[in-house]
């Protein structure tokens, strides 16, 4: 069996990458976790017209430094059409948020007035612009105001609607299902106790749908099968034919029991295996391949390798099929906050652990646990670090990826 290292697995996942597929997306739908794939440029100019920043009055430039009375000859709320302008001698009373009128040269705060009657007398001179913002003083129309790449959520949503945007270009969302394999697993709540002898809780599943759903995936399946060929088989080509990618955990080795291999070999005759087998640890054994509708991994039935193997080499590869371009395994350095000692091994180690930001260093400290056989450490854990070597030493800098509460395309633009 081929072993590849872990560069050269990602080398050929970056060569199979499904083509994505780009659609319209109306500004005004509920925001769900899209990436732009174009550029988008404001409508109009932001903001669209000139407007008051407080409440207050509009004055004349002959009027910035006078203390004679000046005379209100209107009054202008938000969302008001204008109706009167603003000449020497005279004032305008101005809401927050509302346009100004022509000839206006400043706004002068309602505390900086005394008010006498119909007219309004300067406590203090203003300097020309005061609390006004000019129209296109954020954008002007034809700027581009987000890039391909840029994740689109509620923040993004909202200048899109501001310079008014009514469409934006973003990949087809894509589905998943996972096939969690393994007769030892119980996969609901079971009486106290705990699980019956020699079986454990499903777990995996819960990582990769909450990870999935957070890059724009839509989870379709999430089914369990026991450790019969023909069951996981079946399952496996009934859900490949169904969704875009398709995630198998348990049976990725080589044991008499492990059927990940045959399964994925099943679902199409003509596409390659891409490799089976990464120096890595923790989750050497891994599959993937392409599909006649996508692409199909099979990862490690231990959890913990598991989630080493998705946030590495999978996470990536569905923001490349998503449409962010820069994604790569640990698109971040860090500084480490300990020392690492491990056995001396050919495989590129993958540790657990936690990124922090302190001042302006990005700082991040391994879990005292590295073992694939511990898994209590990930509550706690939001990042990951590639190592390649036995040591290293506290203060070096390290290759690290976030797998929970990140800005998925930070560092990748």
Known sequence: MELVTFDEAWARLERHV???????????????????????????????????????????????????????????????????????GQAVRVRTGAPVPPGTAAVVREEWVAVEGDAIRLLRPVISGESVQPQGDDARRGDVIARAGQLVDGQTQAVLRAAGVHQYTCPRPLAAAVLATGSELVTGPHAEGGPPPGHVYAATDAFLQSTLSHLGVEIAAVEHAPDDLDAIVAAAKRLAAKVDLLILTGGASVGDADYARAALAALDD???????????????????????????????????????????????????????????????????????????????????GRLRLQRATLMFQ???????????GLVSTNAIARMDGHHLARGATVPVAWTRGWVPSLGLV
């Open 18 to 88: 499904p083509a994505t597929i780009n659609i319209p997306t109306d500004v005004w739908n509920p925001v769900e976790p899209r990436w732009l794939t174009r550029d988008v440029s404001a409508a109009v100019d932001l903001p669209p017209f000139s407007r008051s920043m407080m409440d207050g009055y509009a004055i004349h430039a002959a009027d910035l430094r006078g203390d004679a009375p000046l005379r209100v000859v209107g009054d202008v709320r938000a969302g008001d059409a204008l109706s009167v302008s603003v000449t020497p």
């Open 270 to 352: 003509d596409a390659p295996l891409l490799f089976e087998r990464i120096w890595m640890r923790p989750g050497a054994p891994m599959l993937a391949r392409p599909t006649s509708k996508g692409f199909a991994f099979g990862l490690s039935g231990n959890p913990a390798a598991a989630y080493v193997q998705f946030h590495t080499l999978v996470v990536p590869f569905v923001m490349r099929w998503l449409g962010v371009r820069g994604a790569r395994p640990f698109p971040l350095m860090a500084v480490l906050d300990g020392d690492v000692h491990m056995k001396p091994v050919k495989h590129t180690r993958v540790l657990r």
């Open 366 to 376: 391994p879990e005292d646990k590295q073992s694939s056989g511990s898994l209590a």
